[in-house]
T-cell receptor, first 114, second 114 residues
Framework: EPEVTQTPSHQVTQMGQEVILRCVPISNHLYFYWYRQILGQKVEFLVSFYNNEISEKSEIFDDQFSVERPDGSNFTLKIRSTKLEDSAMYFC????????????FGPGTRLLVL | GNSVTQMEGPVTLSEEAFLTINCTYTATGYPSLFWYVQYPGEGLQLLLKATKADDKGSNKGFEATYRKETTSFHLEKGSVQVSDSAVYFCALSNSGAGSYQLTFGKGTKLSVIP
C-alpha cells in the first residue's frame, strides 16, 4: 500500500541553524501539507501546497518557514533559523484531491532544537 | 473559525469494556469529520471518516456517526483490546468554507489493561 515517507526520523540542531525536513508524498497525490505537534499538545496545521504554490498557511507559518517541491517526488519544509520553540514532531501529509478526501500522514520527523 | 473539542483523557479501561470518546465541533457549513489514531512512537493513521450528516464511519470495530443536530462525532467501540491503546484525535476539514486544512482536537489517550 502506498505511503507517505519522511526523512530524517529524528533531527537535533542548534538554535539559529537551518533545517530541511523532507517528505515523499504518495505518488499520485497532488495536495501536500505540513503539520506539527509540540510534545503533549494538539496537532497544528502549518501549510498546504498545490500546483507549486501555497494554498493556505497558518499564523505559525511565518517568514522563518518555507516549502518547496524541488522535483516530482519530494516535498520539503525549511526552517531558516530555528528557535527552541520549533522543537516538535513535524508531519507531512498528502491527499489525492482537495476537500473531503482523506489526508494520509507520514510517520513524522522529531525535531529537537538545543 | 473551526474548532474541535474532545473529552479530556487519559481514559483507562479494562479489556472488553465499552469505549466512548466524545467529540464536538464548531464549523460553518458542512465539514467532513475524521478520527485519527496515533499508536506509541508512530504517526497519525486515519481510523474512520464521515463526510455528511447521519453518515456512520466504521473501521476495526470502531464507529462514529456524524450528528449535525448536536455537532458531534463520538467514537465508540463495543469491546476494546489492549492493542487499542493509543491516542485518538478527532478532526474536521471544512472545504465548503474554502479551507482544506485539518483542525484537530487535543487528543484522548486510551489505555486498555488486561
Amino acid at each position: 500500500e502506498p505511503e507517505v515517507t519522511q526523512t530524517p526520523s529524528h533531527q537535533v540542531t542548534q538554535m539559529g541553524q537551518e533545517v530541511i525536513l523532507r517528505c515523499v508524498p504518495i505518488s499520485n497525490h497532488l495536495y501536500f501539507y505540513w503539520y506539527r505537534q509540540i510534545l503533549g499538545q494538539k496537532v497544528e496545521f502549518l501549510v498546504s501546497f498545490y500546483n507549486n504554490e501555497i494554498s493556505e498557511k497558518s499564523e505559525i507559518f511565518d517568514d522563518q518557514f518555507s516549502v518547496e517541491r524541488p522535483d516530482g517526488s519530494n516535498f520539503t519544509l525549511k526552517i531558516r533559523s530555528t528557535k527552541l520553540e520549533d522543537s516538535a514532531m513535524y508531519f507531512c501529509a498528502s491527499s489525492d484531491f482537495r476537500g473531503k478526501e482523506t489526508q494520509y500522514f507520514g510517520p513524522g520527523t522529531r525535531l529537537l532544537v538545543l | 473559525g473551526n474548532s474541535v473539542t474532545q473529552m479530556e483523557g487519559p481514559v483507562t479501561l479494562s479489556e472488553e469494556a465499552f469505549l466512548t470518546i466524545n467529540c464536538t465541533y464548531t464549523a460553518t457549513g458542512y465539514p467532513s469529520l475524521f478520527w485519527y489514531v496515533q499508536y506509541p512512537g508512530e504517526g497519525l493513521q486515519l481510523l474512520l471518516k464521515a463526510t455528511k450528516a447521519d453518515d456512520k464511519g466504521s473501521n476495526k470495530g470502531f464507529e462514529a456517526t456524524y450528528r449535525k443536530e448536536t455537532t458531534s462525532f463520538h467514537l465508540e467501540k463495543g469491546s476494546v483490546q489492549v492493542s487499542d491503546s493509543a491516542v485518538y484525535f478527532c478532526a474536521l476539514s471544512n472545504s465548503g468554507a474554502g479551507s482544506y486544512q485539518l483542525t484537530f482536537g487535543k487528543g484522548t489517550k486510551l489505555s486498555v489493561i488486561p
